[in-house]
């Protein structure tokens, strides 16, 4: 990422920032507020609300406008990390303690609920757009996540797993959310129906090829540029798309328990790095032609070097 473009970006960030901090209480509740301003403060890269924003500003509207849309896409998505976080039992989120670890479940379960209503109250300020239909796109979504969360569990106890059965649960679990993001950001500025579609449509192959090179770097990262352990997933014996291959070209599925260096000779063998490589590479080049279709301006350049910083990405 370039300076200049880094630059930029965080001039954004900050609105985002700011808007999420805007969370009014009601009542002085901080078993209930405390967990929340916790896990905003775990501070990702914001990438979804990067691209509502874009998104939007593509089609001429202004960042103060779309702050709320962009807020609403974080606040949805940190819903999704704290629920996931308890049902895969995880014990850091970046690098910090998880919120059912530090507190209890429960309490976490309370925060996650809180998030996802703060998501529908976020949206609903927004002073532009078509706020049902926009909340009409936040609630399918939303029901699509835990559709695709509970495909991804019910992965555990299934031997095999095919990979278009894969495809449709990545699809529902991550790719939806990013999506998402990027409709909400044209709907935000009263974009065409055309433009609104391409967005959504650039916004899905973005999501696929983000998960599939997620699953492809937890094996073959650099542990300290990935910033956590790798092999992670299969320690844990997840069905990822390089399992799945492997499992397809070799016609055995008894390498959970190989060691990670074995596992990576097992899968050079085969060549699954390079055959999953290509598969989000091709995602990543849809993303590219759905870009090109948008109009030429400073924003859809920014969507684009987004998009060159995620397909390049180390981590």
Same mark, same amino acid.
């Given at each position: 990422?370039?300076?200049?473009?880094?630059?930029?970006?965080?001039?954004?960030?900050?609105?985002?920032?700011? @808007?999420?901090?805007?969370?009014?209480?009601?009542?002085n509740?901080?078993?209930?507020?405390?967990?929340?301003?916790?896990?905003?403060?775990?501070?990702?890269?914001?990438?979804?609300?990067?691209?509502?924003?874009?998104?939007?500003?593509?089609?001429?509207? $202004?960042?103060e406008?779309?702050?709320?849309?962009?807020?609403?896409? @974080?606040?949805?998505?940190?819903?999704?990390?704290?629920?996931?976080?308890?049902?895969?039992?995880?014990?850091?989120r970046?690098?910090?303690?998880?919120?059912?670890? $530090?507190?209890?479940?429960?309490?976490?379960?309370?925060?996650?609920?809180?998030?996802?209503?703060?998501?529908?109250?976020?949206?609903?300020?927004?002073?532009?757009?078509?706020?049902?239909?926009?909340?009409g796109?936040?609630?399918?979504?939303?029901?699509?996540?835990?559709?695709?969360?509970g495909?991804?569990?019910?992965?555990?106890n299934?031997?095999?797993?095919?990979?278009?059965?894969?495809?449709?649960?990545?699809?529902?679990?991550?790719?939806?959310?990013?999506?998402?993001?990027? @409709?909400?950001?044209?709907?935000?500025?009263?974009?065409?129906?055309?433009?609104?579609?391409?967005?959504?449509?650039?916004?899905?192959?973005?999501?696929?090829?983000?998960?599939?090179?997620?699953?492809?770097?937890?094996?073959?990262?650099?542990?300290?540029?990935?910033?956590?352990?790798?092999?992670?997933d299969?320690?844990?014996?997840?069905k990822?798309?390089?399992?799945?291959?492997?499992?397809?070209?070799?016609?055995?599925?008894?390498?959970?328990?190989?060691?990670?260096?074995?596992?990576?000779?097992?899968?050079?063998?085969f060549?699954?790095?390079? $055959?999953?490589?290509?598969?989000?590479?091709?995602?990543f080049?849809?993303?590219?032609?759905?870009?090109?279709?948008?109009?030429?301006?400073?924003?859809?350049?920014?969507?684009?070097?987004?998009?060159?910083?995620? $397909?390049?990405?180390?981590?």
């Amino acid at each position: 990422m370039t300076t200049p473009f880094k630059n930029i970006l965080d001039q954004y960030l900050e609105i985002i920032e700011n @808007e999420m901090a805007r969370i009014d209480s009601y009542q002085n509740v901080p078993l209930f507020y405390d967990p929340i301003h916790y896990m905003l403060d775990l501070k990702g890269k914001r990438i979804r609300p990067l691209l509502t924003l874009l998104s939007a500003m593509a089609f001429g509207g $202004k960042a103060e406008e779309a702050k709320y849309a962009a807020a609403a896409v @974080e606040l949805l998505h940190n819903f999704t990390l704290v629920h996931d976080d308890i049902m895969d039992n995880d014990a850091t989120r970046r690098g910090k303690p998880t919120i059912h670890t $530090k507190w209890d479940i429960g309490t976490a379960i309370l925060a996650g609920d809180g998030l996802m209503g703060l998501a529908f109250r976020k949206l609903l300020q927004s002073p532009r757009g078509d706020i049902p239909a926009m909340m009409g796109r936040l609630t399918e979504t939303m029901i699509v996540i835990c559709e695709g969360q509970g495909l991804d569990k019910m992965f555990e106890n299934m031997e095999n797993v095919a990979l278009d059965v894969y495809l449709d649960m990545i699809g529902r679990k991550t790719a939806v959310l990013i999506e998402m993001a990027c @409709e909400l950001g044209g709907m935000a500025a009263e974009a065409d129906p055309n433009s609104i579609r391409t967005l959504k449509e650039f916004g899905y192959a973005l999501g696929m090829g983000f998960q599939i090179q997620d699953d492809y770097l937890d094996i073959t990262a650099d542990e300290a540029v990935l910033g956590k352990k790798i092999g992670s997933d299969l320690q844990r014996h997840k069905k990822t798309i390089l399992t799945i291959l492997l499992r397809e070209l070799s016609g055995d599925n008894d390498f959970f328990n190989l060691n990670l260096y074995d596992f990576k000779k097992l899968m050079e063998t085969f060549k699954v790095p390079d $055959k999953v490589s290509n598969i989000y590479m091709d995602y990543f080049n849809t993303a590219y032609q759905k870009l090109a279709t948008l109009p030429s301006n400073e924003h859809t350049l920014h969507l684009t070097e987004l998009t060159d910083f995620l $397909k390049n990405r180390s981590w």
